[in-house]
């Protein structure tokens, strides 16, 4: 089992940056694929982006590709997304999520079995 919390969130103006930041408890935080998803007040929760266990293969959603980028070090079980140019759009809640699969990507938020508390991401125009 793993235990996840996000933090590095707040408010920033559009077009500007901000990179999250996703702790995991554990010894085997590179036998998990991450992903980032975000939930709009009113909104489904969705998909942001995904990183297999070595790092080795990423993939994003259309509307961050290009802007943000999902990154891990495995060393200090920590999970990253550096997000630039951020658009009003982008106001949501960020989760990190965790699934024990290393070299799957999952893009999907059912596919994962566990999910930090989520950090508020706030883009003013």
């Known amino acids: 089992q793993v235990q996840l919390v996000e933090s590095g969130g707040g408010l920033v103006q559009a077009g500007g940056s901000l990179r999250l930041s996703c702790a995991a408890s554990g010894r085997t935080f590179s036998s998990y694929t991450m992903g980032w998803f975000r939930q709009a007040p009113g909104k489904e929760r969705e998909f942001v982006a995904t990183?297999?266990?070595?790092?080795?293969?990423?993939y994003y959603a259309d509307s961050v590709k290009g802007r943000f980028t999902i990154s891990r070090d495995n060393a200090r079980n920590t999970l990253y997304l550096q997000m630039n140019r951020l658009k009003p759009e982008d106001t949501a809640v960020y989760y990190c999520?965790?699934?024990?699969?290393?070299?799957?990507?999952?893009?999907?938020?059912?596919?994962?079995?566990?999910w930090g508390p989520g950090t508020q991401v706030t883009v003013s125009s």
């Open positions: 990183i297999t266990g070595s790092g080795a293969s990423t």
């Open positions: 999520a965790a699934r024990r699969v290393a070299t799957i990507i999952f893009a999907t938020a059912r596919d994962y079995d566990y």
